[in-house]
């Protein structure tokens, strides 16, 4: 890889994260897009009049897919993904992912309905988006090699995405240009932020090159 952009929120997320990656990838040209995102709110981005005014709202996909230069899209092993999500946005952006290689981790943690209903119930108290990020993710960490929920231990509507360690590290090392665009925010981390009203996971720029 030759040059890595990165979009980190330093406050507590919704600060346009979206606006700031959609309006680089039209303007740099990345042709590498990674991710680790969860289902949580959507990043959204509404491209320029030259691109024909077009609105997405992403919690998979970054919005650097805009760029006419992307080549891959990868979603790191720090992701957690509900598939019929991801699913429903690749289909939204069929014409702009054609020919584009989309490489999910799979060690990336898949969130189900059954991480759903643990977080409707008394598990979180707090801040929760109630989407299953959470369980799904003490899921994974669990590490039990009879109930796995990694991406590729599961047969899911996504698995002919899902490729190797060795296919996702190959994909990073072809990139010339890789836009990384953050989640959450810092004010938000685990370990740096309001404990115990923060988020699942660490934010931070270190924390997110590991993720992705």
Not at 3 to 18: C, E, N, P, R
Not at 85 to 93: G, H
Not at 139 to 157: L, S
Not at 176 to 192: K, N, P, T
């Amino acid at each position: 890889m030759k040059s890595i952009t990165m979009v980190v929120d330093l406050q507590y997320g919704s600060t346009g994260k979206g606006l700031i990656v959609g309006k680089i990838a039209e303007d740099k040209q990345p042709d590498t897009i990674v991710t680790a995102w969860a289902p949580n709110a959507g990043h959204t981005y509404i491209t320029s009049e030259r691109l024909g005014k077009r609105k997405f709202v992403h919690t998979h996909l970054g919005n650097g897919i805009v760029s006419s230069s992307v080549r891959r899209v990868l979603l790191g092993p720090g992701s957690v993904i509900n598939p019929e999500q991801l699913v429903a946005e690749i289909e939204s952006c069929a014409d702009l992912l054609e020919g584009v290689r989309i490489c999910i981790h799979p060690h990336a943690a898949i969130a189900s309905d059954r991480h759903i209903a643990e977080e409707a119930g008394p598990m979180t108290k707090i801040g929760s988006t109630k989407k299953g990020v959470g369980a799904a993710m003490i899921q994974r960490i669990r590490r039990d090699p009879d109930d796995m929920n990694i991406a590729g231990a599961c047969e899911t509507a996504i698995s002919k995405y899902v490729c190797t360690t060795e296919e996702y590290t190959e994909q990073l090392e072809r990139a010339d240009s890789i836009l990384i665009e953050g989640a959450q925010g810092y004010g938000l981390s685990m370990y740096h932020g309001f404990y115990p009203y923060t988020t699942s996971r660490d934010v931070s720029v270190w924390q997110i090159l590991a993720d992705c």
